[in-house]
C-alpha cells in the first residue's frame, strides 16, 4: 500500500513525543477521510458495528443533497422568471451555482476552521458534526446575503453555540439555526421582507418576491398554487422551499435509521392538529390559511426533518422525542399565526424546543426512575 | 407452548463460524493456568508456595476480603510459577500436571440429609462456590447474603455462543442433582429456556422454568431477572452458569471436584468449528491446532463471546467460567474511503448504512476493527434498540461517567452487569466503550455502598 506508506511518513513528525504533536488532530482529520484508521478493540466488545460518526454525518449530507440540489435550480428558476429573461434548466442551475458555491465555501472554511482550532487546542479529534452543519448554514439563509454575513455567523454560531458549550455532543442548541437566528436578528434587513428572497432582488428595480407566509403577514393574497409550494418553486431561503424534495431526504433518513421518525412525524402531527384548530377559529388571513398549506410553505418541512432531528439539542429519551415533536409543531403554526413580526415560526420553535428538551428528557427519566421506586416499596410492604 | 416474556429489543449478529454440534476430547498438555482476574474484585491470597505439590481440588488460594470463598487447582502436579505484575499483583498461577488427578475427596452425608449450612460449607471448601455469581455487581457471591432466587439461564443468544442443551447433553442427571442441591440453600431457582423449547430443560424438576422470546441479549441472564423479578436496592440473586450447576450435582455425587469443561470453540476463522470436551485452566493450544488455527498469525482469541469475553493468547488457557472460546482476526488494516455509506460489504451494520440489510440470511466474518474513532456522544435512540430492560441507558452510563452513585441507584444500577450493556458497544457510532463504564461504576458501588 504505497500511499498508505506515505502518509505514515508524512506523520511521523505529529506522532507521539515528536515536535508537533498537539497538531495531530488536525493531521488525523484528514487522514481519517482516506482511510479508516487500523485501530482494534483493545476494552469491551471485540467486534464493532460498521457505523461511525463520519458516515452517519455522510448519511445525513446525502439526504439533504436533494433539498440542496433543487434549491440551487430555484435560485436561478426564481430570478429568470421575475426578470423576465428566456433560460434553459442548466441557465439556471448555473446562476443558483454561482450564488450559493461561494456561501458553501465560506460556511465550511470558515467552521471547519474553529473546529480544527478548538480540536488541536483540547487535544481532542476533530467531530464530524459540521460537515452537516456547515452545510445546513448556507442552505437556509436568503440568497442574497452577504458573505461575509455568512462567514460571521458560522463563527458566532461555532464560538458561542457549539464550543461554548464544550463543543459537538454538548451544544443545547441546534448549531446552524443559531446561525440563521444570529443573522435575522443583527441584520434583520438582510434576512426578510420582500427584497431578499429571490436572487438580485436588492439590486435590480423589476424583481421583487415575498414569501408566501411573508404576503399573508401583510395581509396580501398568496397567488401560488398548493403544487408549487409543494413542489417549491417559491422564493425563500435557499433550500426550504421544495417540500418534495425534503419528504425525499426524509425517507433517506428514516430508512437508513439516521433520523428519529418519531419526531419528524410529532412534528407534522402537532402542526396540523394546530393549524385545523386555527382554521376553524379563522380571525386572520394565516388563522384561515389552509392547515395543509401550512405543512408545506416556508421552512416547517426543511426545519422538522432536518433540524428538529438533530439528535444532540433535540430530546434524547423515546417518549421525549414524540412530545419535542410535537411541541415543535405546533409552537410553529403559533408563533406563524400570533407574530406578524416573525411570519416564519420553525427556526423560533425549534430553538425554543431546544431550550426545552432537557427539560423534557427529565421527565421522561423521572417517570423512569419513579416506576423503580414504586416497584421497591411494593415488594417492602407485601400486600396483605 | 408460549412465551412468558417476550423481548423484541435486541440486535442478532450474523457471525461466521458457528460450531457444529460434535463433541470432541481434546488433547490435553501438562501446563494448566488460572488467571486471578478472571474473578473480578477478588484479591487472592496464596495458600500453596511456588514448587509445592497440588491435589485436584486442593485450595491454592482465597480471597483476601472473604477467606471462606478458596479457589482449587484443576490439576494434580506442581505449582510451577506465580506470575506477578506491578504492585506485585498475581497475574497468572501456572502448574504443571503429573497426569494423575489424584484429588482431594470430600466426605458428606446424603444431600437430603443436609440443612443449608452444610451444602454451603461444602460447596465453599470443594471450590465450587465461585462459580455462584451475584446481582448486583456481577462478582461471586457472598454466602453470609440470601438470595431472593438463583437463576440459570437455559439459553445463549450471545453470536456464537455454545448450545446449553448440547452442553448438558450427557451431564442431565447431574444437573437436575445441581439443582437439587441448590434448591437446600435458596428458597427459588428459576430456569429460562427459549418460548419453543422441547429439551430436557423444560422437564427439570425443582426449577421454575420460564419461557422467554427473543434475540440476544434475551439469553443474558441478567435481562432475565430484570423481567423475572427486577432486583430492588438492598436486594440479591444469584446466578450460576448451566453446566456449572451440573458440576456442583457431580460433586455431591462423588466428592471430588470436576474441572471438566465444554467448550464451543466458534468464529470466522476456525477451519472446522465445534465442541471439545476440556479442562478448567487448560492450554487453548491443542484446541486451536485442532480446528485448524495458525496461533502465530494475526487472530484474537476470547475466552467468551465476541461480545463480553475477556481476550487471551495462543499461550493462554481456557478461563474459569466461559463455555465458549471465539477467535476471530485481528483488524489492525487500513480501508480507503471505507467511512463512505453502503461501502464495505463484508462489515455488518445494525443501521441502513451498508448494504448488510439487503441480506439478512448471510453470514459475516467480522475482524476486530473498531470501524472508526472514538467521538462525542452524538447519536440518540440506538442504545434502547438493543437494550430490552426498563432501563434509560444513555442516561445511566452518563451517570456512571460522572460517578453521580444517588442517580446510578435510581436509574437501575444494580440490575446491571457489563454484559447486558455488550450491545451497546458493539452497535455505539460513537464507539463508546460501555461495558468498561458499567464495570466501573459497579466496582464504584461496591466500594461506596457494599
Known amino acids: ?307 428538529a432531528t438533530d439528535p444532540v439539542s433535540a430530546a434524547q429519551t423515546t417518549k421525549g422525542k414524540w412530545i419535542y415533536g410535537v411541541l415543535v409543531g405546533i409552537f410553529c403554526i403559533l408563533i406563524r399565526v400570533f407574530n406578524p413580526a416573525y411570519p416564519e415560526g420553525v427556526m423560533l420553535a425549534i430553538l425554543l424546543m431546544n431550550v426545552f428538551a432537557p427539560t423534557i428528557d427529565h421527565y421522561v427519566v423521572e417517570g423512569n426512575v419513579k416506576r423503580r421506586k414504586k416497584r421497591l416499596s411494593t415488594t417492602l410492604t407485601p400486600a396483605s | 407452548m408460549s412465551a412468558d416474556i417476550t423481548l423484541r429489543k435486541g440486535l442478532t449478529i450474523p457471525l461466521k463460524g458457528e460450531a457444529s454440534l460434535v463433541l470432541k476430547t481434546s488433547k490435553l498438555t501438562d501446563e494448566y493456568t488460572l488467571y486471578p482476574d478472571d474473578f473480578h474484585g477478588v484479591v487472592p491470597k496464596m495458600l500453596v508456595k511456588e514448587g509445592e505439590p497440588v491435589l485436584l481440588g486442593q485450595p491454592i488460594f482465597f480471597s483476601k476480603a472473604n477467606p471462606e470463598i478458596q479457589f482449587v487447582s484443576p490439576v494434580s502436579g506442581t505449582l510451577t510459577k506465580i506470575v506477578r505484575g506491578a504492585k506485585r499483583k498475581i497475574l497468572a498461577l501456572t502448574l504443571k500436571s503429573d497426569e494423575r488427578d489424584k484429588a482431594v475427596t470430600h466426605k458428606f452425608p446424603a444431600v437430603d440429609a443436609l440443612d443449608a449450612d452444610s451444602v454451603k460449607s461444602q460447596l465453599l471448601g470443594s471450590g465450587c462456590w465461585p462459580f455462584i455469581k451475584q446481582r448486583p455487581y456481577d462478582v461471586i457471591a457472598n454466602p453470609e447474603h440470601t438470595p431472593k432466587g438463583i437463576f440459570i439461564t437455559g439459553f445463549s443468544t450471545a453470536p456464537l455462543a455454545a448450545d446449553i442443551p448440547f452442553l448438558l447433553e450427557n451431564q442431565q442427571k447431574d444437573f437436575q442433582h445441581g439443582i437439587d442441591v441448590l434448591n437446600k440453600i435458596t428458597s427459588k431457582v428459576h430456569l429460562t429456556v427459549p418460548a419453543k423449547d422441547t429439551t430436557f430443560l423444560s422437564s427439570v424438576s425443582g426449577v421454575e422454568i420460564h419461557r422467554i422470546k427473543g434475540i440476544h441479549p434475551a439469553g443474558n441472564v441478567g435481562v432475565q431477572i430484570h423481567h423475572i423479578d427486577a432486583i430492588n436496592a438492598g436486594e440479591v440473586a444469584w446466578t450460576i452458569n448451566a453446566e456449572d450447576v451440573a458440576r456442583i450435582g457431580r460433586f455431591f455425587t462423588t466428592g471430588t471436584f470436576d474441572p471438566s469443561r465444554t467448550i464451543a470453540a466458534v468464529g470466522p476463522v476456525l477451519v472446522s468449528p465445534c465442541y471439545f470436551k476440556t479442562r478448567i485452566g487448560a492450554s487453548v493450544a491443542p484446541i486451536l491446532e485442532a480446528v485448524g488455527v495458525d496461533a502465530n498469525s494475526q487472530i484474537r482469541i476470547i475466552n467468551g463471546d465476541v461480545l463480553s469475553g475477556k481476550a487471551t493468547h495462543a499461550d493462554g488457557s481456557i478461563g474459569y467460567y466461559n463455555n465458549t472460546l471465539s477467535v476471530l482476526a485481528e483488524g489492525n488494516h487500513y480501508r480507503m474511503f471505507g467511512w463512505l455509506p453502503f461501502v464495505g460489504g463484508k462489515i455488518f451494520s445494525m443501521s441502513r448504512t451498508s448494504l448488510s440489510w439487503l441480506f439478512p440470511k448471510r453470514n459475516y466474518a467480522l475482524d476486530t476493527n473498531m470501524n472508526g474513532e472514538e467521538r462525542a456522544l452524538v447519536v440518540t435512540g440506538e442504545m434502547e434498540r438493543v437494550l430490552p430492560m426498563d432501563i434509560l441507558p444513555m442516561q445511566l452510563l452518563k451517570e456512571c461517567m460522572v460517578q453521580n452513585i444517588e442517580k446510578m441507584e435510581a436509574l437501575g444500577i444494580y440490575e446491571v452487569a457489563p454484559e447486558d450493556f455488550a450491545l451497546i458497544d458493539y452497535a455505539s457510532t460513537s464507539k463508546i466503550e460501555a461495558q468498561a463504564i458499567i464495570r466501573e461504576a459497579l466496582d464504584l458501588m461496591i466500594k461506596e455502598v457494599g
Open chain 1, 1 to 307: 500500500m504505497k500511499l498508505r506508506e506515505r502518509i505514515d511518513a508524512l506523520k511521523k513528525p505529529f506522532g507521539k513525543g515528536q515536535k508537533f504533536e498537539r497538531f495531530a488532530p488536525a493531521v488525523n482529520a484528514f487522514d481519517t477521510f482516506l482511510f479508516v484508521p487500523n485501530h482494534t478493540t483493545q476494552k469491551g466488545a471485540h467486534i464493532r458495528d460498521a457505523v461511525d460518526l463520519k458516515r452517519t454525518m455522510v448519511t445525513v449530507i446525502i439526504a439533504l443533497l436533494p433539498a440542496f440540489i433543487y434549491g440551487v435550480y430555484n435560485t436561478g428558476y426564481q430570478y429568470f422568471i421575475q426578470s423576465g429573461l428566456a433560460f434553459t434548466f442548466w441557465d439556471a442551475l448555473l446562476h443558483g451555482a454561482l450564488k450559493i458555491m461561494p456561501m458553501v465555501v465560506v460556511s465550511y472554511g470558515v467552521g471547519l476552521a474553529i473546529e480544527f482550532a478548538f480540536a488541536v487546542y483540547r487535544g481532542h479529534e476533530v467531530n464530524e458534526g459540521y460537515l452537516v452543519t456547515g452545510l445546513l448554514i448556507p442552505m437556509i439563509m436568503p440568497v442574497d446575503i452577504p458573505l461575509w454575513m455568512v462567514g460571521l455567523s458560522v463563527a458566532f454560531a461555532v464560538f458561542i453555540a457549539k464550543e461554548a458549550f464544550g463543543g459537538t455532543g454538548m451544544n443545547i442548541l441546534n448549531p446552524a439555526l443559531t446561525a440563521r437566528a444570529f443573522a435575522f436578528f443583527a441584520y434583520p434587513t438582510y434576512m426578510s421582507g420582500n427584497k431578499v428572497w429571490v436572487s438580485e432582488a436588492s439590486n435590480v428595480d423589476g424583481i421583487s418576491g415575498e414569501t408566501i407566509l411573508g404576503s399573508l403577514a401583510a395581509g396580501n393574497d398568496v397567488s401560488y398554487s398548493m403544487f408549487d409550494m409543494f413542489v417549491g418553486a417559491i422564493p425563500g431561503s435557499i433550500a426550504e422551499t421544495s417540500t418534495l424534495w425534503v419528504l425525499v431526504g426524509a425517507a433517506i433518513l428514516i430508512f437508513t435509521g439516521i433520523g428519529s421518525w418519531r419526531i419528524m412525524i410529532g412534528g407534522v402531527l402537532g402542526a396540523a392538529v394546530t393549524g385545523m384548530l386555527f382554521n376553524l377559529w379563522g380571525a386572520n388571513a394565516l388563522m384561515s390559511f389552509s392547515w395543509m398549506n401550512h405543512l408545506v410553505v416556508g421552512g416547517f418541512a426543511f426545519g422538522v426533518v432536518f433540524m
